[in-house]
């Protein structure tokens, strides 16, 4: 799904705020439970009838207050919204309480008399912690509140901005929570990991596989963890031998984590094979060396690191000779093994074309009132489609396919030459001349805005591609196509129902 994810930095900082907000929720559970009816509790303790149990009950409701006004002084401080003065209050009230809890402890065995003004002073203590509690709960509900709004507009706003850079319209903010139900599923993956850290591996040991050039490799960059499970158990259930098929999975660090939690709960199914990276695992992306990289870091250019990422794919995977790229919004339907054994005549990419009559055609991605355009390209020749393309990595590292994209990025380094916020352009630049059609059978293209694709022409295609605004994961997803996409998702998978995915 190229062209448009920005990096989104704030998703540890989600995750924190919500395992605070889990602590809280406890804690007030928890005060709730020891304070609730008041009269009953107040009754309780009159009717006591020696001061060991009077001072027990006390200090049972000492140690709640304090752990909810801890709570409390945590959340004021991690939100900072609270002032200084409230943070100190709170965090004051609570070490007073636990204090006052521990001198109770050791004061059950002295007689009535003594224990009179301590009691006096537990209630009274317990009294203001009750008050500065119920005062202050109104306020951190609407923090967070306001929080979670903030955090579904930053959703929401990321959203748009990818639609508005690829030149789309706004029908993926129209589904309305759909895109806030994929940053809740990655959220709830990141909780699952942070509760219990030692089910999950940080560095899985490599599996032979992934470096096996006898296999069928595949690379798919993507931070959409739903949309990739779904194009690897299409393609398990298609593939003829699914031992045979290895997924390369790359993502961005702060989603890494996320993958690997599904993966770890959803083993890959059939027995293929699923390696997965974050680009910060590949030490040679980096700013001198490449300048999507140091264009990126230099604030020139508001582009989907992701989506570059598949220039590099000779330099990833060394030890392979033929990678096939899939995006992340296709569904396999027929076994692929075949891409194997294709001859695409010495040339780099095996592509579907998309060219008809006069559409579709370079004139359309180029800017071809620039000299350099003019005398390398023609305008009318076909444009092929990403989605599913054939890399013979050899005749890449042959015909220095990374050098010659380099050159044309720091030629558009002021965007002059082409739109530098969608990646067909730079493909169709790097590959040019160099690409073998492929048949239309093995890619067919459109389902995320085409509603007239004959049936025929799906149930033949291998691979289908819900290219365009309307994803199968989406509110918006045309409703004769998204059962083809639904089938393949793990509704087992129990944070589905908890992120209101409507599948």
């Known amino acids: 799904?190229?062209?448009?994810?920005?990096?989104?930095?704030?998703?540890?900082?989600?995750?924190?705020?919500?395992?605070?907000?889990?602590?809280?929720?406890?804690?007030?559970?928890?005060?709730?439970?020891?304070?609730?009816?008041?009269?009953?509790?107040?009754?309780?303790?009159?009717?006591?009838?020696?001061?060991?149990?009077?001072?027990?009950a006390i200090r049972r409701h000492a140690a709640d207050h304090a752990a909810v006004l801890a709570a409390y002084a945590a959340h004021a401080r991690k939100l900072k919204e609270a002032?200084?003065?409230?943070?100190?209050?709170?965090?004051?009230?609570?070490?007073?309480?636990?204090?006052?809890?521990?001198?109770?402890?050791?004061?059950?065995?002295?007689?009535?008399?003594?224990?009179?003004?301590?009691?006096?002073?537990?209630?009274?203590?317990i009294k203001l912690a009750r008050i500065l509690a119920a005062d202050?709960?109104?306020?951190?509900?609407?923090?967070?509140?306001?929080?979670?709004?903030?955090?579904?507009?930053?959703?929401v706003g990321e959203q748009l901005a990818r639609a508005r850079r690829a030149g789309r319209?706004?029908?993926?903010?129209?589904?309305?929570?759909?895109?806030?139900?994929?940053?809740?599923?990655a959220m709830r993956l990141l909780e699952a990991r942070l509760t219990k850290p030692s089910a999950f591996a940080d560095?899985?040991?490599?599996?032979?596989?992934?470096?096996?050039?006898?296999?069928?490799?595949?690379?798919?960059?993507?931070?959409?963890?739903?949309?990739?499970?779904?194009?690897?158990?299409?393609?398990?259930?298609?593939?003829?031998?699914?031992?045979?098929?290895?997924f390369h999975v790359v993502t961005a660090p702060m989603y890494l984590p996320a993958f690997r939690v599904w993966f770890a709960r959803r083993p890959p199914p059939l027995g293929v094979h699923v390696q997965l990276l974050a680009y910060s695992d590949f030490p040679f992306l980096n700013a001198t060396s490449s300048p999507v990289l140091n264009q990126i870091e230099a604030g020139k250019r508001d582009v989907a690191l992701l989506d570059y990422l598949r220039f590099y794919l000779p330099d990833m995977f060394p030890a392979l000779q033929r990678v096939v790229l899939l995006e992340d919004d296709v569904v396999v339907q027929k076994d692929l093994a075949g891409l194997w054994h294709l001859d695409l005549d010495g040339k780099v990419n095996g592509a579907v074309e998309m060219c008809f009559g006069g559409f579709r055609r370079y004139r359309k991605y180029l800017n071809f009132t620039q000299e350099i355009v003019q005398e390398r390209f023609d305008p009318g020749a076909c444009a092929w489609a990403y989605g599913v393309n054939v890399y013979d990595l050899q005749a890449w590292r042959r015909d220095g396919c990374t050098e010659l994209f380099h050159q044309y990025m720091e030629m558009n380094e002021d965007g002059a030459l082409w739109d530098p916020t969608s990646v067909l352009p730079a493909g169709l630049m790097t590959f040019y001349g160099n690409t073998?059609?492929?048949?239309?059978?093995?890619?067919v293209m459109g389902l995320g805005y085409n509603p007239n694709i004959s049936p025929e022409v799906i149930a033949g295609a291998a691979v289908i591609h819900f290219n365009g605004n309307m994803k199968p994961w989406l509110d918006v997803a045309l409703n004769q196509y998204k059962a083809l996409w639904t089938k393949y998702v793990d509704t087992e998978m129990e944070f589905l129902t908890l992120c209101n995915f409507g599948l």
Request: aromatic share 6%.
């Open 83 to 125: 002032s200084a003065a409230q943070s100190l209050s709170f965090s004051t009230m609570s070490s007073d309480l636990s204090a006052l809890s521990s001198r109770l402890a050791s004061h059950l065995s002295l007689p009535e008399d003594a224990v009179k003004p301590l009691e006096k002073e537990a209630r009274d203590r």
């Open 436 to 443: 073998k059609p492929l048949d239309k059978s093995w890619h």
């Open 1 to 56: 799904m190229a062209g448009g994810r920005a990096f989104r930095p704030s998703a540890p900082r989600r995750a924190a705020f919500a395992a605070l907000l889990t602590l809280l929720l406890l804690a007030l559970l928890s005060f709730f439970l020891s304070s609730a009816p008041a009269a009953s509790s107040r009754s309780s303790l009159a009717s006591a009838s020696s001061p060991p149990s009077r001072l027990a």
């Open 136 to 155: 202050s709960k109104e306020g951190f509900d609407t923090q967070s509140k306001i929080q979670k709004l903030s955090d579904t507009v930053f959703a």
């Open 169 to 185: 319209m706004s029908s993926r903010i129209a589904a309305g929570s759909t895109p806030k139900s994929l940053h809740c599923l």
């Open 203 to 246: 560095d899985p040991d490599p599996s032979p596989e992934f470096d096996d050039p006898s296999l069928y490799h595949y690379a798919i960059f993507s931070d959409n963890v739903l949309a990739v499970s779904v194009v690897v158990a299409s393609a398990a259930r298609a593939a003829a031998d699914p031992s045979r098929h290895v």
